[in-house]
């Protein structure tokens, strides 16, 4: 239960991107209603964590308000065209900027369910950069797929990337619940060692 609700803090930092990959659709209307949609989301669901300075849900919220500014208001086709190679170019960078920083993102959310007598525990500040190390990947290779659409080569239909795309971020949720199981589990044996 507690990897759960772990899972689903970490996830609300996602919930915005989820929304757009399945709202933007392929007319500039459903791009436009999606761009207004994720980013009142973006308020609605990360108000705590925008107010907290989280890294994701600002980037978050920057580029969804500058789709709302550039399609929205401004109609650049370009960035219409290119919105699937911008939101994962955007994602990717954001989540590899929290790691740089020094700021993972999975420890800004994991930190809200410790007490902050853990908060600079090394044991859990590694463990959130690894995760966030995966999710960065991930997202890296979210923009290859895009880049690589753009490309003379042979191409799938839209419903694979799509396809590939969830794939991506069910395989970072499974990771991430999987990989915090396995590192609880891995402490409750040490410290069952350490009292017998």
Not at 41 to 70: K, N
Not at 88 to 115: D, E, V
Request: aromatic share 12%; proline share 3%.
């Amino acid at each position: 239960m507690r990897e759960l609700k772990e899972l689903g803090l970490l996830m609300v930092g996602f919930v915005p991107w989820l929304l757009f990959l399945f709202l933007a659709g392929h007319s500039l209307g459903s791009l436009e209603l999606a761009a207004l949609l994720c980013l009142g989301a973006c308020v609605t669901f990360g108000f705590s964590e925008l107010r907290a300075g989280f890294i994701l849900q600002w980037g978050t919220l920057v580029f969804f308000a500058s789709c709302v500014l550039l399609v929205n208001v401004l109609h650049v086709t370009w960035v219409a065209t290119h919105m699937d190679l911008l939101a994962n170019l955007s994602l990717a960078s954001i989540i590899w900027l929290t790691l740089l920083a020094g700021r993972p993102f999975a420890l800004q959310y994991a930190r809200k369910g410790l007490p902050k007598e853990r908060w600079n525990d090394p044991a859990i500040i590694e463990a959130c950069r690894f995760i966030t190390l995966v999710w960065a990947l991930l997202m890296t290779v979210a923009v290859g797929l895009s880049i690589y659409k753009r490309t003379p080569a042979p191409q799938a239909g839209d419903a694979v990337y799509f396809a590939i795309s969830l794939c991506l971020i069910f395989s970072g949720v499974v990771f991430t619940t999987l990989f915090k199981r396995h590192k609880r589990l891995q402490k409750e044996k040490s410290a069952g060692a350490r009292e017998s």
